[in-house]
């Protein structure tokens, strides 16, 4: 059975958190599968974006990563697992 985890990571203030956001997704990047960042476009930049990642690794590498994300002010991480059945 295969088991994958996906974290969502809601950011307020983007302009100003990303760097900070960067920095532990740097920390845990052997743990980051693959990483997909969204924001609204248009006349005006959005300041609130939400990235999702696939991350890999035990449950407490992925509880350390969401964490440390938590841990932000402005910043919100929630992770979800699903498992195929074999």
């Given at each position: 059975?295969?088991?994958?985890?996906?974290?969502?990571?809601?950011?307020?203030?983007?302009?100003n958190?990303?760097?900070?956001?960067?920095?532990?997704?740097?920390?845990?990047?052997?743990?980051?599968?693959?990483?997909?960042?969204?924001?609204?476009?248009?006349?005006?930049?959005?300041?609130?974006?939400?990235?999702?990642?696939?991350?890999?690794?035990?449950?407490?590498?992925?509880?350390?990563?969401e964490?440390?994300?938590?841990?932000?002010?402005?910043?919100?991480?929630?992770?979800?697992?699903?498992?195929?059945?074999?």
């Amino acid at each position: 059975m295969t088991e994958y985890n996906i974290m969502a990571v809601l950011i307020n203030h983007r302009s100003n958190k990303a760097p900070n956001v960067q920095e532990v997704l740097t920390k845990h990047g052997c743990s980051i599968r693959m990483r997909l960042g969204l924001h609204e476009t248009g006349n005006v930049c959005s300041e609130e974006g939400l990235v999702l990642l696939q991350v890999t690794g035990s449950k407490e590498e992925v509880c350390s990563l969401e964490n440390d994300l938590n841990a932000m002010e402005g910043v919100k991480a929630k992770t979800m697992s699903i498992s195929s059945e074999e």
